[in-house]
């Protein structure tokens, strides 16, 4: 077990983030600081991923699995709106590209979204991938809520499990995930910025 760091920022300043690990797997953790969201109340996490493995099948004690909290939205209604990632994965003993994944949910998993990397690869070997950028999990269809505690679960697996027990990937240096997320305001600020806007409408008359 391990206790890291991840820094998290947003437009009203810098908040410090806890990493809590659920996995005798921990010492291959290595996390790095998260990058600003431009947009206000918008925060972007940046994970660095090098040297995480995948071992097993989803939800199996060896994976390694992240809780991250809240950071500058603990407490507060939040959704995820993008993640993008940038890594390179090696496989061992005839694992493929394609099974290496990352759950991306949130504390009590009604929620989620699932990076495959590889996907479609269904070969041994070590490869590059890139998202290109965040992918709008909005557009598409596929952004999710967060709890009230404003915690994330991250869990590195296997969709294929070739060698139980032991690792059939990893993440090489310079591999990193990015996840963006957003507070969703409350029902009385969406009413008071539609009278606003109505207000303002009948000034400029």
């Known amino acids: 077990m391990k206790i890291a760091l991840v820094t998290m920022a947003a437009l009203s300043g810098i908040a410090t ?9 921990a010492e291959s953790l290595n996390i790095n600081q998260a990058t600003a969201g431009a947009p206000a109340a918008v925060a972007t ?15 199996d004690p060896d994976n390694l699995v992240m809780i991250l909290d809240g950071g500058p939205f603990a407490n507060e209604l939040s959704r ?76 590195f697996y296997e969709t294929f499990d070739d060698n139980p027990d032991l690792v059939d990937a990893e993440f090489l240096a310079g591999s990193t995930l990015r996840i963006q997320y957003t507070i969703i305001p409350a029902p009385g600020s969406i009413a008071l910025l539609g009278l606003g806007g109505l207000m303002s409408v009948r000034r400029r008359r």
């Open 17 to 25: 983030a806890s990493v809590y690990v659920e996995s005798d797997n």
């Open 45 to 59: 996490i940046t994970l660095d991923l090098s040297g995480i493995n995948t071992w097993d099948l989803f939800g």
């Open 80 to 155: 995820v709106i993008g993640v993008g990632w940038d890594v390179t994965i090696e496989t061992f003993d005839g694992s493929w590209l394609s099974e290496a994944t990352i759950a991306i949910e949130n504390s009590d998993q009604s929620g989620s979204f699932f990076v495959g990397p590889g996907s479609g690869i269904d070969t041994s070997g070590i490869q590059s991938f890139s998202s290109g950028g965040l992918v709008d999990l909005v557009n598409e269809g596929l952004d999710f809520t967060l709890n009230e505690d404003g915690d994330f679960r991250i869990e």
